[in-house]
């Protein structure tokens, strides 16, 4: 069993910057990868970004690319969202997520095994 945590979350004007962290706890939490989404109000969850268990392997939704960096400190057992140049419509909860068997990241919703409670990022124009 995996616990994840988010944190970090808050109100920010559009082009400002937050850093989401995500506490993992439990047997696999520094082998697994994780991933971030988000789901907006009325939207389905929507991949964000995702990482490799060991930080090597990064990818970003197209619409975050060159404004948001995942990373992971499995020393701490914390992955990193810094998002950057924030826009509008990047308002959302924020959801961490880990993978129970793969150490690689996926964009898709539904092989994720364990995730957190979310955390509120809102975006003021």
Not at 10 to 16: I, K, M, P, R, W
Not at 23 to 30: F, L, N, V, Y
Not at 90 to 117: E, F, I, K, L, P
């Amino acid at each position: 069993q995996v616990q994840l945590v988010e944190s970090g979350g808050g109100l920010v004007q559009a082009g400002g910057s937050l850093r989401l962290s995500c506490a993992a706890s439990g047997r696999t939490s520094s082998s697994a990868a994780m991933g971030w989404f988000r789901q907006a109000p009325g939207k389905e969850r929507e991949f964000v970004s995702g990482i490799n268990w060991s930080g090597d392997s990064t990818g970003h939704a197209n619409s975050v690319k060159g404004r948001f960096t995942i990373s992971r400190d499995n020393a701490k057992n914390t992955v990193y969202l810094q998002m950057n140049s924030l826009k509008p419509e990047d308002t959302a909860v924020y959801y961490c997520a880990a993978r129970r068997y793969s150490t690689t990241w996926s964009s898709y919703v539904d092989v994720y095994d364990y995730w957190g409670q979310g955390t509120q990022v809102t975006v003021s124009s």
